[in-house]
């Protein structure tokens, strides 16, 4: 039986992450999906129902059609997996249903720098086999708002370990929601090209993309 597939959307309007060629090739690497990486428009214009889950992969600003939109939504209300990271917090800002299935939106970051990530929720694929404090270099993204009241937060970041930070003792930066009959992961970690060499991040990713993909 084939491996079920992945669409990874890749494309930018805004700011592009150096990181994303690594993303895609790690997510190829990562075994047990088959990894469909586009980044034109058409691709979310054509039927996503082959698709286990949708990944945005640090897209930015808007990508979408009007067409691309509604067959994303009616795909996540309907039971398809979405996944964003890192930069998909970015994107689409003029489409308020964005918001609401991602459960936040980016707000600003300080310089990438180490600091730590503490594990809220250990009963996830995505961070069950994490420490309980995880230390990671990244650029620590700050949200507009937190997204606890409608997401099951699995990580936050410790302010107190960098500089910069602006959200104070909130400070989710992995969650996983539901949106419709679908499922919604979404992590802020995954900035710099490094990152996608660490198996603690590729785990933290693998464990988001199958809870996302129902398996």
Same mark, same amino acid.
């Given at each position: 039986?084939? /491996?079920p597939?992945? +669409?990874?959307h890749t494309?930018?309007?805004?700011?592009? =992450? $150096?990181?994303?060629? !690594?993303?895609i090739?790690?997510?190829? !690497?990562?075994?047990? #999906?088959?990894? =469909?990486a586009r980044? /034109?428009?058409?691709?979310?214009?054509?039927?996503?129902?082959?698709?286990? *889950?949708?990944?945005?992969?640090?897209t930015?600003? &808007?990508?979408?059609?009007?067409? %691309?939109?509604?067959? +994303?939504? *009616?795909?996540?209300e309907?039971?398809g997996g #979405?996944? %964003?990271? =890192?930069?998909?917090?970015?994107t @689409?800002?003029?489409?308020?249903?964005?918001?609401?299935l991602?459960?936040?939106r980016?707000?600003? =970051?300080?310089p990438?720098?180490?600091?730590?990530? +503490?594990? $809220?929720?250990h009963?996830?694929p995505?961070?069950?086999?994490?420490?309980?404090?995880w @230390?990671?270099?990244? $650029?620590w993204?700050? #949200?507009?708002?937190?997204p606890?009241p409608?997401?099951?937060?699995?990580?936050?970041? &410790?302010?107190?370990s960098?500089d910069?930070?602006?959200?104070?003792? &909130?400070?989710?930066? !992995?969650?996983?929601r539901t949106?419709? @009959?679908?499922?919604?992961?979404?992590?802020?970690?995954?900035?710099?090209? @490094?990152?996608? /060499?660490d198996?603690? #991040?590729?785990?933290h990713?693998?464990g988001?993309i199958?809870?996302?993909? %129902?398996?």
């Amino acid at each position: 039986m084939a /491996d079920p597939a992945l +669409l990874v959307h890749t494309r930018t309007t805004d700011y592009r =992450h $150096e990181s994303i060629p !690594a993303g895609i090739a790690a997510l190829r !690497a990562l075994g047990g #999906f088959e990894v =469909h990486a586009r980044e /034109d428009q058409a691709a979310l214009e054509e039927t996503l129902d082959r698709y286990a *889950a949708v990944v945005f992969l640090s897209t930015s600003g &808007d990508v979408l059609t009007p067409a %691309g939109r509604e067959r +994303l939504a *009616a795909y996540v209300e309907g039971g398809g997996g #979405f996944v %964003g990271v =890192h930069a998909a917090s970015c994107t @689409e800002y003029g489409w308020p249903y964005y918001g609401e299935l991602l459960g936040a939106r980016f707000a600003g =970051h300080p310089p990438v720098q180490p600091g730590r990530a +503490l594990v $809220e929720d250990h009963d996830h694929p995505a961070t069950r086999h994490l420490p309980p404090v995880w @230390e990671v270099t990244d $650029e620590w993204y700050d #949200f507009r708002t937190s997204p606890r009241p409608s997401a099951r937060v699995l990580l936050s970041a &410790d302010e107190s370990s960098y500089d910069g930070g602006a959200m104070g003792d &909130d400070h989710p930066l !992995a969650w996983c929601r539901t949106q419709g @009959e679908g499922r919604v992961f979404y992590t802020a970690l995954g900035h710099t090209v @490094e990152a996608w /060499d660490d198996p603690l #991040f590729l785990a933290h990713l693998r464990g988001g993309i199958t809870w996302a993909a %129902g398996r």
